[in-house]
């Protein structure tokens, strides 16, 4: 009994951490189902095979500001990273693959390079800190959804070898051939580009309306889920799941000192790479969630657009009181507003796009970190 004791004290006892409730309802992990009974290991290694970004320290100034690190300012920034990475992840790798610490896939190591904290590439930090300055963001100063899917969209452009279509649905509605012509391109013979779809939504005034509960956790179901990114009321999270009515997410509030994987042909470099993934995610009930969030999806082929749309229809559109957003083949030749009831917030729809974006960019500021 002292020997117990002692090792309590002594943090020798490992507690089973609270990740995943013990319950029959099922657990979806960015549209795959899982059993929380049965399948508790497999849960944990689909999370720690997501790439988890959080704030880092001693990288490289960016640009003329002088900072290096973005602890308290960067973690809408890095949960628009780890979405484009899940992207990239189901693109080049499959949405069935699986990282471990002895995983040296060259098609990783090379998304992972996209990421990492320097000024060459595409996706770091600098990047997107410095692309914000397009949207009104100087480097250091919060990002809110809408703000960080804007920059990541310019963003992919530069991104050859993944070659992304990055759709922003403004007005609370997807616009299939609006959609179809970006991802067809314009020249003749060219190919499908893979889309990324995100939508920016304003779900309640300062809490969610519960009238939107359930088509949010449905939209985690779809296979085509990369998530939400959104937080709860100066905390930005990244939401891959959830569970009853809980949502489960990786939490980029840890600062971990700038490091490279390079070919992790050494133990350092191995090292680095267990940074880059979670072991244990954590859960928050998702009415605790800010209401100003995206939902985000990926679609590689033309295919999985059309079943995705259809899915957005049948369950989002037709089941639900008050949709999250709607759908359409083709824009209307003027939008206007859904509903001005404030319980009807979610239906956000402004006559013309720019108005759209301020309006998103006032409620980027219900985010915005004051330390």
């Known amino acids: 009994m002292d020997m117990m004791f002692e090792a309590y004290l002594t943090n020798e006892v490992q ?41 880092r320290r001693g990288f490289v100034p960016i640009g003329d500001s002088g900072l290096t690190s973005d602890k308290g300012w960067g973690c809408m920034l890095r949960c628009g990273q780890m979405v484009l990475a899940q992207a990239l992840l189901n693109l080049h790798l499959g949405r069935d693959w699986v990282w471990n610490s002895d995983t040296k896939s060259q098609p990783y190591l090379r998304i ?20 914000g300055a397009t949207e009104g963001k100087e480097v250091g100063q919060w990002f809110g959804p809408n703000t960080v899917a804007q920059v990541l969209k310019k963003l992919a452009f530069y991104d050859e070898w993944s070659s992304v279509a990055f759709h922003v649905a403004l007005d609370n509605t997807i616009v299939i051939n609006e959609i179809k ?11 499908w580009k893979p889309l990324v779809l995100v939508i920016p939504l304003r779900l309640g005034l300062s809490d969610i309306n519960p009238i939107y509960m359930k088509g949010l956790k449905t939209c985690f179901s779809f296979r085509q889920s990369l998530g939400v990114i959104g937080g709860k009321p100066n905390h930005a999270l990244y939401f891959i799941g959830c569970v009853g009515d809980e ?11 700038t490091c490279f994987v390079e070919g992790k042909d050494n133990e350092c470099e191995r090292q680095a790479d267990q940074t880059y993934h979670c072991q244990h995610a954590s859960r928050l009930p998702i009415l605790n969630m800010d209401p100003s969030l995206a939902v985000c999806f990926f679609c590689p082929t033309e295919h ?11 369950r989002i559109v037709e089941q639900e009181k008050q949709p999250l957003f709607e759908v359409c083949e083709d824009k209307p030749d003027r939008w206007s507003p859904v509903s001005k009831q404030d319980d009807l917030l979610g239906a956000w729809a402004q006559e013309a796009s720019e108005n759209m974006d301020s309006t998103l960019d006032e409620s980027d500021e219900d985010f915005e970190l004051l330390g």
């Not at 409730?21 to 992990?29: G, S």
């Not at 999985?304 to 049948?314: A, I, K, N, V, Y």
Request: with cysteine; hydrophobic share 35%.
């Open 15 to 55: 507690l089973e951490p609270d990740d995943i409730p013990n319950t029959k309802e099922p657990v979806w992990i960015l549209g795959k189902k899982y059993s929380a009974i049965d399948d508790l290991e497999l849960i944990r290694q689909d999370i720690r095979s997501r790439l988890w970004f959080t704030y």
């Open 112 to 131: 992972l390079r996209l990421f990492e904290d320097r000024r060459c590439a595409v996706y770091s930090i600098h990047q997107v800190a410095l692309m």
């Open 304 to 314: 999985e657009l059309d079943s995705l749309c259809q899915l957005f229809r049948e």
């Open 181 to 191: 012509q970006l991802c067809r391109g314009t020249e003749p013979g060219s190919r």
């Open 247 to 257: 949502v489960i997410y990786l939490d980029p509030h840890t600062t971990q000192q």
